[in-house]
């Protein structure tokens, strides 16, 4: 266990547990500073995050930004603003499926729940279900979107992956972008801005 959140970065920067996993070097990425105001926890960095360093640089990334929570870019890689990071901190490769592998769960076991201890953000969005699932393993997926959540006393929201490859999801519960979403947005912008 680390003391300090600088010792905390360094070694999750320096990683390489699922080289031999993998089949290549593990890149880890995340970004934010210890005093974010959101801490956002996704599945793992896609391919195009992986190759850049840059964390949501990408399809899933934009619709994020741009769509649900309707920021620019610079206010979403404002360190101040959001610490990002994810079950896996490094692309786990590519599925049969065309999607991303599952990321090693001993990844979050190591790492995320030390970056929650050290980041002290007045909210936290899960992004996905891989992340949902790893919080809260025995609740139903669209049950967590639609209700506010909690973990160590600090609001908790539940978002659907913004992917391309996610649009069943969409389809099958349209009441996410006509209603939970603008609730969740008004919640999101008003931690950054008020």
């Known amino acids: 266990m680390v003391t300090n959140f600088e010792d905390l970065v360094n070694q999750i920067k320096s990683c390489r547990d699922c080289k031999e996993l993998f089949g290549f070097n593990p890149n880890p990425v995340f970004s934010g500073n210890k005093n974010a105001k959101i801490l956002q926890i996704s599945q793992a960095p896609s391919q195009n995050v992986h190759n850049t360093n840059k964390c949501f640089n990408d399809a899933s990334g934009k619709k994020l930004r741009n769509e649900w929570y309707q920021i ?28 991303d592998k599952k990321p090693p769960k001993h990844c979050a076991d190591k790492w995320l729940r030390q970056e929650i201890k050290f980041v002290d953000s007045k909210i936290i969005v899960l992004l996905g279900r891989a992340s949902a699932n790893y919080f809260f393993p025995k609740k139903d997926f669209v049950d967590l979107i639609f209700n506010n959540q909690e973990i160590d006393g600090k609001l908790t929201i539940v978002l659907p992956h913004p992917s391309p490859l996610n649009q069943k999801w969409f389809k099958d519960n349209p009441n996410f972008e006509k209603k939970r979403l603008q609730e969740i947005r008004k919640i999101v912008q008003s931690v950054l801005f008020d």
């Open 72 to 99: 620019t870019d610079d206010v979403f890689y404002d360190d101040d603003n959001f610490y990002i990071s994810g079950v896996g901190h490094c692309f786990p490769g590519k599925a049969n499926n065309g999607g």
